[in-house]
């Protein structure tokens, strides 16, 4: 294995990481909209209160892994969807501005305007990771040069559409499962029968973007249906779907939680074997696609920021493991409470 495959393994990492933990808080976000009172609102908040910010690092590590091993992609996706990156970027500042100043003001109207804002600001990012997602998988409009030649309007195609409705169910999802491990009484029950239906939801989506692009995006399909690791991994993949619902279905919510984990790691994962060696597939001609080989960086910065990564990448998933451990169980208001 070379230095390239191995920095796309680690990106990819990142990225399934980041997907993982700040998927389930963003969907206990889309969530919020939906809460009943305020003792249900403030449990939103508080299941997620303490991890939210450290969730985010994965985001930002994973932005700079992609900086360290493939510059021209890094130049190339944050240009072409800049203003849809700067969406996402003012929804979660936004977010967390939110989740920090709710609880400071004893005011309805106060309060009311920042739970609208968690909600848009969990709502948005969800859809837009999505977007991005979908057309990348896709393919974008670059130039011999690798440059972005599309509008903000062209990236808002069906198919990436679809496959932003695909993240945003499969996050809330995520999310309700999650907040189930953290609530009791009435919240809990309307939990316990909401979570099926929304991963019913999911699948459907995820089924019906899975066909459309077989022939939005047949690129993705060329290499891939012939590799017996596709087929290793479509096997769990369609287990942890299957069993999520049983084991909610059962109360059985940490075991739920791993399944639904496991379903956005693998989902993730056969989309990345898909486009492997490629990165960012061109939409123009096949042959200006920027993949792990002429988008890369020396093998010299390849190698320093190796050694960087294989020792910062264990501390942050140490630290994720570390406070996920300490805040475990379920949500306790008290008046220091968000």
């Known amino acids: ?113 920042w739970d609208y804002a968690f909600s848009i600001g969990s709502i948005l990012p969800a859809v837009l990771l999505g977007i991005a997602f979908g057309n990348i998988l896709r393919g974008l409009p670059l130039d011999q040069q690798g440059n972005y030649t599309g509008s903000f309007f062209g990236l808002l195609n069906p198919f990436s559409v679809l496959v932003g409705l695909v993240s945003l169910a499969a996050f809330t999802a995520h999310g309700a499962i999650f907040l189930a491990m953290k609530s009791d009484g009435e919240l809990l029950k309307r939990l316990s029968a909401l979570i099926p239906k929304l991963w019913l939801s999911f699948v459907a989506l995820y089924l019906v973007a899975s066909v459309t692009a077989v022939f939005t995006a047949p690129l993705l399909f060329d290499d891939s249906l012939s590799d017996p690791l596709f087929w290793i991994l479509l096997l769990p993949l369609v287990g942890a779907m299957l069993y999520m619902p049983v084991a909610a279905k059962s109360g059985k919510f940490f075991r739920a939680f791993i399944a639904s984990s496991v379903t956005i790691a693998l989902m993730i994962g056969e989309a990345a074997l898909s486009l492997f060696p490629r990165l960012v597939p061109s939409l123009t001609d096949v042959r200006y696609s920027l993949d792990i080989y002429n988008a890369a960086s020396t093998p010299q910065t390849q190698t320093i920021m190796l050694i960087i990564a294989l020792i910062g990448m264990p501390l942050v998933l140490l630290y994720t493991v570390y406070i996920h451990r300490v805040f475990r169980g379920q949500v306790i208001l008290h008046e220091d409470s968000y």
């Open 1 to 113: 294995m070379d230095l390239n495959t191995i920095w796309f393994l680690l990106v990819g990492i990142l990225i399934i990481g980041y997907a993982i933990l700040d998927g389930y808080d963003l969907g206990i976000g889309a969530l919020h909209f939906f809460a009943k009172n305020e003792r249900e609102r403030r449990i939103h908040l508080n299941a997620i209160g303490p991890l939210w910010d450290g969730n985010e690092v994965w985001l930002l590590t994973g932005g700079g892994a992609l900086f360290a091993a493939f510059p021209v992609v890094y130049a190339t996706v944050f240009s072409g969807l800049y203003t849809a990156l700067m969406l996402l970027l003012a929804a979660l500042i936004f977010r967390a501005v939110a989740i920090e100043f709710r609880s400071k003001v004893e005011d309805s109207r106060w309060r009311s305007f």
